[in-house]
């Protein structure tokens, strides 16, 4: 593939992050970390059907859905008891109290790992399912 420069016949376009969809394996995990810790609130919830999950996926199993939604960031978290490997995968959020968070983590057994470092530490949450959070602290403006 090759990828040319805009020229005045290509219309240039913006884009926008609308959700990241992760999997988790049990549903006390949406209540305990993700609502209790990362303080999400949960805006929608439905089943994906078994033909339309086999059209889009490729798996042909009904699958729960839960949309949740803190500040601008919104989850789409589907739950299914399979447990993944994320390999490099991973949510970077920023915070302004990213402290909180790890203590509320810490507090309930989450794997955190905190490294230090010259320029900036280096924060990761661990959820129960594998899913794995990067958590910065964002200055105030």
Do not use: W
Not at 5 to 33: C, D, G, R, W
Not at 66 to 72: A, P, S, Y
């Amino acid at each position: 593939m090759r990828f040319t420069k805009p020229t005045n016949l290509q219309k240039p376009y913006s884009m926008k992050l609308e959700h990241v969809a992760i999997t988790v394996s049990e549903k006390k995990e949406i209540e305990q970390f993700y609502q209790e810790i990362l303080g999400m609130r949960e805006i929608k919830s439905f089943t994906l059907d078994k033909k339309l999950s086999m059209d889009i996926f490729g798996i042909e199993k009904e699958t729960a859905v839960f949309q949740l939604k803190k500040d601008k960031l919104l989850l789409e978290i589907f739950l299914t008891p399979e447990k993944h490997d994320p390999g490099f995968n991973h949510i970077c959020i920023s915070t302004d109290n990213r402290e909180e968070i790890v203590k509320k983590a810490t507090r309930h057994s989450y794997k955190c790992l905190c490294l230090k470092r010259e320029i900036s530490d280096l924060i990761f949450i661990t959820d129960n399912s594998g899913n794995i959070f990067e958590v910065k602290q964002r200055d105030e403006v």
